[in-house]
């Protein structure tokens, strides 16, 4: 692969070996949908779309808005969510830069590879995928959601009549109930839309952090990061935003993470973690930002 000059530069910088290979494994996806039908309801704070889009545009090493992004609060509203002081990454700028910049040559438009229909079924799916596989909620909803693609429709179906269709999934008792209790609260109190506030969405029942962050992402272009094991794992191992619970990861991730990769930096980091730096035996030889890691224990080819 022939380097970049900001490869070159970033190799200088810390005289690390050139480990890049060719390919990270990764699958390849096209544009996260975007439905940009649905404001919370009259009176509900709304976050909206800043209008960040990753692709496209000129690399930057401006920092992310952290500040802006960080002032949100937990669901409760109680404790405010603020990222720790000092340092976050092990890396370098021009090192998170470069990975970022490798990650977008490698999948220009990473995608969710939940199945969904509009924002409904996306946290629908979301919820469903909490110690799940996506490839197993895939299909126990392949059949569900031609049937059930509004809120209103998950009413009619009914609590055990949704248990029945979702119980390969772990917990789909909990599952169907929560399910069937965000659904009547998305008619009674949204008008039966998904809100694009973090707030809002953090309220429904079975509604937690990482499923706001994925919804807000995916479905309203939100330049949240949901931290899953995946991810998790891949920022504390590179350094990228080593950190001891999500929160803290994604906090750190938020203020690292440069301005015009924020959008997709979420799928980028899944996707390498789900697909290359997995948890067993990370495939290192073959990772395209073996360089730029700082995990001690990196493979070696065999
Ligand atoms: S641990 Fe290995 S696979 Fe994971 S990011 Fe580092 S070099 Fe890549």
Redesign the pocket.
């Known amino acids: 692969m022939k380097k970049t000059a900001t490869q070159k530069r970033v190799k200088a910088s810390q005289g690390a070996p050139d480990k890049a290979g060719d390919s990270s494994g990764n699958s390849s996806g096209t544009t996260p949908a975007r439905h940009r039908s649905r404001k919370a309801p009259p009176g509900k704070k709304t976050s909206g779309n800043k209008g960040s889009k990753a692709s496209g545009k000129q690399t930057s090493r401006k920092a992310a808005p952290a500040a802006n992004l960080l002032r949100n609060k937990r669901a409760g509203g109680k404790k405010k969510v603020t990222a720790r002081r000092g340092r976050c990454s092990r890396l370098s700028p021009a090192a998170i830069e470069e990975i970022f910049a490798r990650f977008r040559a490698d999948t220009p438009e990473p995608k969710s590879e939940l199945h969904y229909s509009n924002p409904y079924t996306l946290l629908v799916a979301v919820a469903l995928s909490a110690q799940a596989t996506d490839a197993g909620v895939n299909k126990a909803t392949r059949e569900l959601f031609k049937r059930v693609d509004t809120p209103e429709k998950m009413l009619e179906l009914g609590e055990d009549a949704l248990r029945e269709q979702i119980k390969t999934i772990g917990l789909f008792r909990n599952k169907a109930r929560n399910a069937i209790a965000m659904s009547r609260m998305l008619v009674e109190d949204y008008g039966g839309q998904v809100p694009d506030d973090r707030e809002a969405l953090e309220r429904l029942p079975g509604v937690g952090r990482k499923t706001a962050n994925v919804v807000l992402n995916v479905a309203f272009g939100e330049p949240t990061i949901a931290v899953d094991t995946h991810l998790f794992r891949?920022a504390n191992?590179?350094g990228l935003a080593p950190g001891k619970d999500p929160l803290g990861v994604e906090l750190c991730l938020l203020k690292v993470v440069p301005q015009d990769y924020l959008l997709h930096a979420h799928h980028w980091l899944i996707l390498h973690g789900r697909y290359?730096?997995v948890a067993r035996k990370?495939?290192?030889p073959v990772?395209i930002?073996?360089d730029l890691?700082k995990?001690k224990d990196?493979?070696k080819p065999t």
Request: aromatic residues 6%; charged residues 20%; contains cysteine.
């Open positions: 891949v191992r590179t290359t730096c990370p495939k290192c990772c930002i073996s890691c995990f990196k493979t």
